[in-house]
């Protein structure tokens, strides 16, 4: 076991020295997300901020009923997880703590707003809601103010007339110009809705809005991305099996006090090792990189392993069947297109006709697309049972296959 | 004369339907240099790679220190040491890292292995490179680190298979230089080579191997008691001139019966070495070609098996 181990460390030393192989592991997949990231416009802002825990401050200095409601809006348990309020007095402090970059905004409810807002038919009079926002987080800024204009644009249902806000919000320069055709129209939305029920805002609601609809391509194509890869990274891992031998490396190893079982468990060990390193390692790169959120850890990383097996399984059944190192490059190259293609990492699965989706099931890639996706939309471990499950089956099934063909062939024997 | 440590007896290999080896028998004793000498093809690597546990034979059997290789080849391997003819290293792996990995897999660990690795280095020169990749290494460095795999473990018997082919003068010299060091701190070697001279410098007794036939066996001098009165005379011819030219025409020459270039020296066999001496020194001055020096050499290996074969073993 301890000979298998090395045999299969050494594998992923010499996987993570070739910087060739690197390239297409870690470079492409990573390169080809963050080149699909910038088409779908997901890092039109910055991309320092996650949209998750926004820090702003709210400064209630309105006495009456909308002011108050507003508070809880923000600090309703629906928005927890992606808002993080707090409460000051200080309209000065915290513009100041905006622009030194520890806040992302500052909302200011003035003093007899409630009151103004309800009795003043003059809008050029009302004193109007302020927000203080950093530029440097356009996005969070953007969730803010959405939350803001819908909130605002409830209020308006109750006064009737929506024009008033969105001149206020005009006025004091918090609103450009072009934006108010967008902000009307989602207004027109939240009023209609606002109108159906009486429930407070909730994060779907914002959610629904502009950026998430990218955020949600991303997490569609990193995972493909690292998937197809992995099917590189396996073919690659069973082509130096064959490379060995030609190099002399598996003949030596086989004169050493090493058994055939030893050596063959070392090498799929090496692969499964490298793999998982790769798609734990673009899994990280894309949180950190791209802030994707990929779901429960201890998930995710089943799935990771699960989905490596399975790769694994393609990886040596080609080797098996393969007679030179150059078929099985051959081959897997082949593979990893056809399987990106068939698997899912480009298209979107769910609009293809049934035919294609029952034979997309042969590869890796379509059952760990389909866990990923569930776990990235919030799944659990239980929900991902299924793909976890099948992608087992496939690596066992197919490394049978291929020890069986192999041994039958002849293990470096002759 | 101590046991032997090897002991084969009609081996014999298939490749498919071609024999490669036609049940060969030999003994290797402890301590001793033993050379399989022989032209490419003669079937030199198959019989290594049959006795290392590598393949399996088709007939015959062969034991190693006492254990069958063919019953108990874990056994074997952890007694012999392997140095193959093709380079079979990790190339984006230091020479360090190599010699750990395959230290290893030979069941070494911790401090042994450590030692040992810093030993062999030290034996193979090349302690101030160990920490760079194999892939940067010239060909004779990179043959040291193959022969230093090989001698890890301490093996009672290191098998070398033609471990000079393609580097230059200077690595040659140190590698036989090496072989006799080890030999005489009391490992056991199986030598194969094609080169004469090299199985002449290392061997206590020497097998002729060819078209998978072992056709000699025995010491030197044994085997060159088989020739008969067969001289070799050595001819240095000088840098500038060519020396094809003038063993084409010593070829010729009565009582000649051959002669061959190795760079600038013309080796010749024949019954009468000085009876030539004169003829050849009058074709050298007649095609302007100058002789720096003239040796007359005892019967050798290469005219065993030119009396063997009727053919040079370098063809
Ligand atoms: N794997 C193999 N399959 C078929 N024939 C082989 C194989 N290896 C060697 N041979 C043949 O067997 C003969 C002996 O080869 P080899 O043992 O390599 O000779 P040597 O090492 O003396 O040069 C040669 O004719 C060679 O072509
Ligand atoms: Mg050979």
Same mark, same amino acid.
Do not use: C
């Given at each position: 076991?301890?000979?298998?181990?090395?045999?299969?460390?050494?594998? =992923?030393?010499?996987?993570?020295?070739?910087?060739?192989?690197?390239?297409?592991?870690?470079?492409?997949?990573?390169?080809?997300?963050?080149?699909?990231?910038?088409?779908?416009?997901?890092?039109?802002?910055?991309?320092?901020?996650?949209?998750?825990?926004?820090?702003?401050?709210? =400064?209630?200095?309105?006495?009456?009923?909308?002011?108050?409601?507003?508070?809880?809006?923000?600090?309703?348990?629906?928005?927890?997880?992606?808002?993080?309020?707090?409460?000051?007095?200080?309209?000065?402090?915290?513009?100041?703590?905006?622009?030194?970059?520890?806040?992302?905004?500052?909302?200011?409810?003035?003093?007899?707003?409630?009151?103004?807002?309800?009795?003043?038919?003059?809008?050029?009079?009302?004193?109007?809601?302020?927000?203080?926002?950093?530029?440097?987080?356009?996005?969070?800024?953007?969730?803010?103010?959405?939350?803001?204009?819908?909130?605002?644009?409830?209020?308006?249902?109750?006064?009737?007339?929506?024009?008033?806000?969105?001149?206020?919000?005009?006025?004091?320069?918090?609103?450009?110009?072009?934006?108010?055709?967008?902000?009307?129209?989602?207004?027109?939305?939240?009023?209609?809705?606002?109108?159906?029920?009486?429930?407070?805002?909730?994060?779907?609601?914002?959610?629904?809005?502009?950026?998430?609809?990218?955020?949600?391509?991303?997490?569609?194509?990193?995972?493909?991305?690292?998937?197809?890869?992995?099917?590189?990274?396996?073919?690659?891992?069973?082509?130096?099996?064959?490379?060995?031998?030609?190099?002399?490396?598996?003949?030596?190893?086989?004169?050493?006090?090493?058994?055939?079982?030893?050596?063959?468990?070392?090498?799929?060990?090496?692969?499964?090792?490298?793999?998982?390193?790769?798609?734990?390692?673009?899994?990280?790169?894309?949180?950190?990189?791209?802030?994707?959120?990929?779901?429960?850890?201890?998930?995710?990383?089943?799935?990771?392993?699960?989905?490596?097996?399975?790769?694994?399984?393609?990886?040596?059944?080609?080797?098996?069947?393969?007679?030179?190192?150059?078929?099985?490059?051959?081959?897997?190259?082949?593979?990893?297109?056809?399987?990106?293609?068939?698997?899912?990492?480009?298209?979107?699965?769910?609009?293809?006709?049934?035919?294609?989706?029952?034979?997309?099931?042969?590869?890796?890639?379509?059952?760990?697309?389909?866990?990923?996706?569930?776990?990235?939309?919030?799944?659990?471990?239980?929900?991902?049972?299924?793909?976890?499950?099948?992608?087992?089956?496939?690596? =066992?099934?197919?490394?049978?296959?291929? =020890?069986?063909?192999?041994?039958?062939?002849?293990?470096?024997?002759? | 004369?101590?046991?032997?440590?090897?002991?084969?007896?009609?081996?014999?290999?298939?490749?498919?339907?071609?024999?490669?080896?036609?049940?060969?028998?030999?003994?290797?004793?402890?301590?001793?240099?033993?050379?399989?000498?022989?032209?490419?093809?003669?079937?030199?690597?198959?019989?290594?790679?049959?006795?290392?546990?590598?393949?399996?034979?088709?007939?015959?059997?062969?034991?190693?220190?006492?254990?069958?290789?063919?019953?108990?080849?874990?056994?074997?391997?952890?007694?012999?040491?392997?140095?193959?003819?093709?380079?079979?290293?990790?190339?984006?792996?230091?020479?360090?890292?190599?010699?750990?990995?395959?230290?290893?897999?030979?069941?070494?660990?911790?401090?042994?292995?450590?030692?040992?690795?810093?030993?062999?280095?030290?034996?193979?020169?090349?302690?101030?490179?160990?920490?760079?990749?194999?892939?940067?290494?010239?060909?004779?460095?990179?043959?040291?680190?193959?022969?230093?795999?090989?001698?890890?473990?301490?093996?009672?018997?290191?098998?070398?298979?033609?471990?000079?082919?393609?580097?230059?003068?200077?690595?040659?010299?140190?590698?036989?230089?090496?072989?006799?060091?080890?030999?005489?701190?009391?490992?056991?070697?199986?030598?194969?080579?094609?080169?004469?001279?090299?199985?002449?410098?290392?061997?206590?007794?020497?097998?002729?191997?060819?078209?998978?036939?072992?056709?000699?066996?025995?010491?030197?001098?044994?085997?060159?008691?088989?020739?008969?009165?067969?001289?070799?005379?050595?001819?240095?011819?000088?840098?500038?001139?060519?020396?094809?030219?003038?063993?084409?025409?010593?070829?010729?020459?009565?009582?000649?019966?051959?002669?061959?270039?190795?760079?600038?020296?013309?080796?010749?066999?024949?019954?009468?070495?000085?009876?030539?001496?004169?003829?050849?020194?009058?074709?050298?001055?007649?095609?302007?070609?100058?002789?720096?020096?003239?040796?007359?050499?005892?019967?050798?290996?290469?005219?065993?098996?030119?009396?063997?074969?009727?053919?040079?073993?370098?063809?």
């Amino acid at each position: 076991m301890k000979k298998a181990f090395l045999i299969g460390w050494k594998d =992923v030393k010499l996987a993570f020295r070739d910087r060739a192989a690197l390239l297409l592991m870690l470079a492409a997949p990573f390169l080809l997300t963050l080149g699909l990231g910038l088409v779908t416009g997901r890092f039109s802002g910055s991309s320092n901020t996650g949209i998750s825990d926004i820090p702003f401050v709210i =400064v209630n200095q309105d006495e009456g009923q909308l002011g108050t409601e507003l508070v809880k809006v923000f600090e309703s348990e629906d928005m927890a997880d992606l808002l993080e309020p707090s409460s000051a007095s200080d309209p000065v402090a915290a513009r100041q703590a905006v622009d030194e970059d520890k806040l992302a905004a500052v909302i200011v409810i003035p003093a007899g707003f409630s009151e103004s807002f309800f009795s003043s038919q003059d809008s050029i009079e009302a004193p109007a809601i302020e927000l203080y926002s950093n530029p440097a987080r356009p996005t969070s800024v953007g969730v803010i103010t959405t939350i803001l204009e819908s909130f605002l644009a409830r209020a308006e249902m109750i006064r009737a007339g929506s024009e008033v806000t969105l001149t206020q919000l005009l006025s004091t320069g918090r609103l450009q110009p072009q934006e108010v055709a967008a902000a009307a129209e989602r207004m027109a939305e939240q009023q209609s809705e606002a109108g159906a029920s009486n429930s407070s805002l909730t994060l779907k609601n914002v959610t629904e809005s502009g950026a998430e609809v990218d955020f949600d391509v991303l997490a569609y194509m990193a995972p493909g991305m690292a998937l197809m890869f992995l099917m590189f990274t396996t073919t690659n891992g069973g082509r130096s099996l064959l490379a060995e031998q030609r190099l002399g490396t598996l003949p030596r190893l086989l004169t050493t006090p090493v058994n055939t079982t030893q050596v063959l468990g070392g090498k799929v060990l090496g692969i499964f090792l490298t793999g998982a390193a790769q798609m734990l390692i673009l899994i990280v790169a894309s949180t950190l990189f791209f802030q994707l959120n990929w779901g429960d850890p201890l998930a995710v990383l089943l799935l990771v392993l699960a989905a490596v097996v399975g790769a694994v399984g393609w990886g040596m059944i080609i080797t098996a069947l393969a007679r030179t190192p150059g078929q099985v490059s051959a081959v897997g190259s082949a593979l990893m297109l056809g399987f990106g293609i068939l698997g899912g990492s480009f298209i979107n699965l769910d609009n293809m006709p049934n035919w294609f989706r029952v034979i997309a099931k042969i590869t890796p890639n379509a059952w760990g697309l389909d866990g990923f996706n569930t776990l990235a939309l919030g799944g659990g471990l239980a929900n991902i049972l299924t793909p976890i499950l099948a992608l087992l089956i496939m690596g =066992v099934a197919l490394f049978a296959i291929s =020890v069986f063909i192999i041994n039958r062939r002849g293990f470096g024997q002759r | 004369m101590m046991a032997p440590i090897l002991e084969v007896q009609n081996l014999v290999k298939k490749y498919g339907d071609f024999t490669a080896v036609k049940g060969i028998s030999f003994d290797i004793k402890e301590g001793e240099i033993f050379s399989l000498l022989g032209p490419n093809g003669a079937g030199k690597t198959t019989t290594i790679s049959v006795l290392s546990t590598l393949y399996t034979a088709t007939g015959g059997s062969a034991t190693i220190g006492g254990h069958s290789v063919f019953a108990e080849p874990m056994t074997v391997r952890q007694i012999i040491g392997i140095v193959p003819q093709e380079l079979a290293l990790y190339d984006d792996l230091t020479a360090r890292e190599n010699l750990s990995f395959w230290g290893q897999m030979y069941n070494l660990s911790g401090k042994t292995l450590a030692t040992r690795i810093n030993e062999v280095l030290e034996q193979i020169g090349l302690t101030d490179k160990a920490n760079q990749r194999v892939k940067t290494y010239s060909g004779g460095m990179k043959r040291r680190v193959n022969i230093g795999v090989g001698l890890l473990h301490r093996p009672r018997l290191l098998f070398m298979d033609e471990p000079t082919v393609g580097i230059d003068p200077q690595s040659r010299r140190a590698i036989l230089d090496s072989v006799k060091e080890l030999n005489r701190q009391g490992m056991t070697v199986l030598y194969t080579t094609h080169y004469m001279e090299e199985a002449q410098e290392l061997s206590d007794r020497v097998g002729i191997i060819d078209h998978g036939e072992l056709i000699a066996l025995g010491t030197q001098a044994e085997l060159k008691s088989q020739v008969g009165q067969n001289e070799t005379l050595v001819l240095a011819v000088a840098e500038t001139d060519d020396p094809q030219i003038l063993a084409d025409k010593l070829k010729t020459v009565p009582g000649v019966l051959k002669a061959d270039v190795i760079d600038h020296t013309i080796t010749t066999i024949t019954p009468d070495a000085q009876g030539i001496i004169s003829p050849t020194i009058l074709l050298a001055n007649q095609l302007g070609i100058k002789i720096n020096a003239i040796d007359i050499q005892e019967p050798n290996l290469e005219a065993v098996f030119l009396h063997l074969t009727g053919r040079a073993l370098r063809d």
